[in-house]
């Protein structure tokens, strides 16, 4: 079922690459944006994974709301492009992320840059993937570390404690980073590339898939108060490796405003 799943994200990240006529709408604001391929994308990932699991729900950010009709509990969780500002200026930092969870749990994970032909991929106890190579989190303390922060352009009553946390994340690390996709900087933290990751406020569709690829990778996924990521409604985020982790989450205890 990966490799299936794994095909069919693949194509669609083809079609990213070869996007022509991007037309950019506004959703909530300026800073929120939809293209016509969001809304394509998500339509060909429900169509093709639907062949694939036929009893599985959807939850996906382009309005893609439909309960799980099943019996067993399963459904997926896609953010048919993340980075959709990065697509739209032709930014070339933007992924493709589909989950799969079962009875609340995510089982299954792929994260796709086309940009870059990255494949990322996860299924629950059995590791974490890169182009079928396997991965690990870095061995790297925060203080020589790299964090990747996200700024959560959509609910900017955060902006404060979001910059507050990017000041003493960079005192305490050797630099840090923003992508502008959340999945692509999960799966940064899971490749060992960089060592933490927060941003305050997600949706499932950002992270579902990245969390699994950066547990599976040997690194630590939960929201910024410890506790597990949601899966049906909006949580901060915090990915670390375990070195970083518990200094890391210091940081984020401190920095409360
Ligand atoms: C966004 C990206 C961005 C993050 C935002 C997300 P979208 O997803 O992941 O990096 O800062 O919070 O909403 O809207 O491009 O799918
Ligand atoms: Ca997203
Ligand atoms: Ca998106």
Redesign the pocket.
């Known amino acids: 079922m990966l490799n299936k799943m794994v095909e069919a994200v693949r194509e669609e990240g083809l079609r990213m690459l070869k996007a022509k006529e991007i037309r950019t709408e506004e959703k909530g604001g300026p800073e929120d944006v939809v293209t016509n391929y969001d809304r394509m994308v998500q339509e060909n990932l429900e169509r093709k994974l639907r062949e694939i699991l036929p009893q599985a729900g959807f939850l996906g950010?382009e309005g893609l709301r439909a309960p799980a009709q099943d019996h067993d509990g399963s459904c997926f969780i896609i953010?048919p492009?993340?980075?959709?500002?990065n697509f739209s200026r032709g930014y070339g930092r933007s992924c493709i992320s589909v989950a799969l969870a079962k009875e609340g749990r995510v089982v299954l994970g792929i994260v796709y840059d086309p940009y870059q032909d990255e494949m990322f991929t996860a299924e629950r106890g059995k590791g974490a993937f890169l182009n079928g190579r396997p991965i690990r989190v870095s061995d790297r303390g925060l203080r020589k570390g790299v964090v990747m922060v996200?700024?959560?352009?959509?609910a900017r009553e955060l902006a404060d404690r979001t910059f507050r946390l990017a000041r003493r994340f960079f005192d305490e690390s050797l630099d840090i980073r923003r992508s502008?996709?959340?999945?692509i900087d999960i799966c940064a933290v899971a490749a060992g590339r960089t060592e933490v990751f927060y941003?305050l406020k997600?949706w499932p569709w950002?992270y579902a898939a990245g969390s699994l690829i950066a547990q599976e990778a040997g690194g630590v996924a939960m929201n910024c108060e410890g506790s597990d990521l949601s899966l049906t409604e909006a949580s901060s985020v915090l990915i670390t490796n375990a070195a970083a982790w518990e200094d890391a989450a210091a940081i984020l205890r401190e920095v409360t405003k």
């Open positions: 950010e953010d492009i993340d980075g959709t500002m996200g700024t959560m352009p959509y502008g996709s959340a999945a941003e997600l950002d």
